[in-house]
Nanobody, 120 residues
Framework: QVQLVESGGGLVQAGGSLRLSCAASGSIASIYAMGWYRQVPGKQRELVATIIWLRSTNYADSVKGRFTISRDNAKDTVYLQMNSLKPEDTAVYYC??????????????WGQGTQVTVSS
């Protein structure tokens, strides 16, 4: 089994900052990528940022220059530093993991989601 535990969401004023964390645990053999997606009611879940393990990062155009994704390899943890937050960043943020488990299966896993609310 694979578990993702997210933390760091909350309420912040426009222009403020938040840092999200997502720790992966369980029967993980190797991680290919981790990332953050977000969703607002009535809309599809959208990519915010991803990090390919030991390689590159990718950001949605709407967050480039404001958000930074990073990782801690030793802890199988990914972070999302969100600066200069805007009301349109308000959403439920979900952590995503692309990994292979110890039994050889490769899968995509999701966290439970954490609410980020940016007030104007």
């Amino acid at each position: 089994q694979v578990q993702l535990v997210e933390s760091g969401g909350g309420l912040v004023q426009a222009g403020g900052s938040l840092r999200l964390s997502c720790a992966a645990s369980g029967s993980i053999a190797s991680i290919y990528a981790m990332g953050w997606y977000r969703q607002v009611p009535g809309k599809q879940r959208e990519l915010v940022a991803t990090i390919i393990w030991l390689r590159s990062t990718n950001y949605a155009d709407s967050v480039k220059g404001r958000f930074t994704i990073s990782r801690d390899n030793a802890k199988d943890t990914v972070y999302l530093q969100m600066n200069s937050l805007k009301p349109e960043d308000t959403a439920v943020y979900y952590c995503n993991l692309d990994a292979r488990t110890v039994n050889g299966d490769r899968g995509n896993y999701w966290g439970q989601g954490t609410q980020v609310t940016v007030s104007s």
